[in-house]
């Protein structure tokens, strides 16, 4: 069998494309909010309303795809929906505007997420699921790096004219969601059979008839999501311990190329050596950047951090889903992988939420100190429950 395959090559360039898209955005989001007047208390709201709603999305939306045991649907027009949301934000520049944008972003996320991943998950066997999602990981990350080089050179001849830049990450987008009109999805069913409607939550039913190493997996991600407050937090640290505007892009450009680099490795090593193995190493990484985050000032040490953060993110993104795939039947993957995430979005926005609040009300280092102590008590959950189960 061919481990990459046509659709997980299409899938991966369509989110390469989409990222380029995003990423252009990501690291002037803080800034370019902040000049429009958010405070850090109320990107922390955004960041965790957003994240709310995608989160909420993929757990409904996963339902919905296993119920109709479709895919490819919610994949193309969650891509265009994420699209077309760039749009929205370069024509005007309002809080209830940017609110409505960055909804539509994660709504658009949220349709595509669980079905995607489930895709990619029939596409390949238990044995590769980590070099697979690795290998998408890494071409999603190598947008994610791309996307802030444009950036620069386009804000080198256009400074802090942040709209046009809104409109240029259209294109991308756009793009990214013509490829999926390749895709071609196997073993589509002839008759939909939907025994009941599906409610808007109706996903966080499958707790009860989930497998148990599922349930204990699922328990230590939800407690990781309400201890993880949104990226930005790092890029405004950076901004707040006086680099520029330009500095903060490298930073987040230097742990994208990381990011990508190791994704696909990473996820070859995790078939061998055990998924489990592979995601405990990546939180012992998280708790290394984030309390050296909240002691330094040093730029190159923080820049040291962020290539860290890269390898976190290798070692348990596309990893964490593989591991829940592996733990599910194959009809079921696009409920599970959209129930952690729907929970986990509830915790990211009350993450989020706080982190802004201590921010505002104490200091900026005491987020970062909060969370490196919550990821040592999750990696500790991790090391006595799963300390007999060998993950592949």
Same mark, same amino acid.
């Given at each position: 069998?061919?481990?990459?395959?046509?659709?997980?090559?299409?899938?991966? /360039?369509?989110?390469?494309?989409?990222?380029?898209?995003?990423?252009?955005?990501?690291?002037i989001?803080?800034?370019y909010?902040?000049?429009?007047?958010?405070?850090?208390?109320?990107?922390?709201?955004?960041?965790?309303?957003?994240?709310?709603?995608?989160?909420?999305?993929?757990?409904?939306?996963?339902?919905?795809?296993?119920?109709?045991?479709?895919?490819?649907p919610f994949?193309?027009?969650g891509?265009?929906?994420?699209?077309?949301?760039?749009?929205?934000?370069?024509?005007?520049?309002?809080?209830?505007?940017?609110f409505?944008?960055?909804?539509?972003?994660?709504?658009?996320?949220?349709?595509?997420?669980?079905?995607?991943?489930?895709?990619?998950s029939?596409?390949?066997t238990?044995?590769?699921?980590?070099?697979?999602?690795?290998?998408?990981?890494s071409?999603?990350t190598?947008?994610?790096?791309?996307?802030?080089?444009?950036?620069?050179i386009?804000?080198?001849?256009?400074?802090?004219?942040?709209?046009?830049?809104?409109i240029?990450?259209?294109?991308p987008?756009?793009?990214? /969601?013509?490829?999926?009109?390749?895709?071609k999805?196997?073993?589509?069913?002839?008759?939909?059979?939907?025994k009941?409607?599906?409610?808007?939550?109706?996903?966080?039913?499958?707790w009860?008839?989930?497998?148990?190493?599922?349930r204990?997996?699922?328990f230590?991600l939800?407690?990781?999501a309400?201890?993880?407050?949104?990226?930005?937090?790092?890029?405004?640290?950076?901004?707040?311990r006086g680099?520029?505007?330009?500095?903060?892009?490298q /930073?987040?450009?230097?742990y994208?190329l990381?990011?990508a680099?190791?994704?696909?490795?990473?996820?070859i090593?995790?078939?061998k050596l055990?998924?489990?193995?592979?995601?405990m190493?990546g939180?012992?990484?998280?708790?290394?950047?984030y309390?050296?985050i909240?002691?330094?000032?040093?730029?190159?040490?923080?820049?040291?951090?962020?290539?860290?953060?890269g390898?976190?993110a290798?070692?348990?993104?596309?990893?964490g889903?593989?591991?829940?795939?592996?733990?599910v039947?194959?009809e079921?993957?696009?409920?599970?992988?959209?129930?952690?995430?729907?929970?986990s979005?509830?915790?990211s926005?009350?993450s989020?939420a706080?982190?802004?609040?201590?921010?505002?009300?104490?200091?900026?280092?005491?987020?970062?100190?909060v969370s490196?102590?919550?990821?040592?008590?999750?990696l500790?959950?991790?090391?006595?429950?799963?300390?007999?189960?060998?993950?592949?």
């Open positions: 069998m061919k481990v990459i395959t046509r659709t997980i090559l299409l899938l991966s /360039a369509v989110s390469l494309l989409t990222d380029i898209s995003s990423e252009m955005l990501y690291p989001m803080p800034v909010l902040q000049s429009i007047g958010f405070s850090a208390l109320l990107i922390g709201i955004l960041e965790g309303f957003a994240e709310a709603t995608a989160g909420l999305s993929k757990g409904y939306f996963g339902k919905l795809s296993d119920s109709y045991q479709r895919r490819l994949v193309q027009f891509y265009t929906l994420s699209a077309f949301s760039k749009l929205m934000l370069g024509l005007y520049a309002a809080t209830g505007w940017v409505a944008a960055r909804t539509v972003d994660r709504l658009g996320k949220g349709i595509r997420t669980s079905a995607r991943d489930a895709l990619l029939s596409e390949t238990p044995e590769h699921k980590g070099k697979v999602f690795g290998f998408h990981r071409a999603d190598i947008g994610a790096a791309l996307g802030p080089i444009l950036a620069i386009y804000l080198y001849y256009y400074p802090a004219q942040y709209s046009t830049l809104f240029i990450a259209f294109v987008g756009v793009l990214g /969601a013509f490829v999926t009109l390749l895709i999805e196997k073993n589509v069913p002839t008759t939909h059979t939907v009941s409607s599906t409610s808007f939550f109706s996903f966080l039913l499958y009860k008839d989930s497998p148990s190493d599922f204990a997996l699922a230590g939800i407690f990781f309400i201890i993880n407050s949104s990226d930005l937090f790092i890029l405004l640290m950076i901004k707040y680099a520029s505007d330009l500095r903060v892009i /930073a987040y450009i230097l994208n990381v990011y680099l190791a994704a696909y490795p990473f996820g090593i995790a078939d055990g998924l489990k193995r592979m995601f190493f939180i012992g990484i998280f708790v290394i950047v309390a050296g909240a002691i330094t000032n040093n730029y190159l040490l923080i820049c040291l951090l962020l290539a860290l953060y390898i976190y290798a070692a348990t993104e596309g990893i889903k593989a591991w829940v795939t592996n733990l039947p194959k079921q993957t696009a409920t599970a992988i959209g129930f952690i995430n729907g929970v979005s509830i915790a926005l009350i989020s706080l982190a802004g609040l201590l921010w505002s009300v104490f200091s900026p280092e005491i987020p970062f100190y490196a102590c919550g990821a040592i008590v999750v500790i959950y991790f090391m006595v429950r799963f300390r007999k189960v060998q993950v592949v």
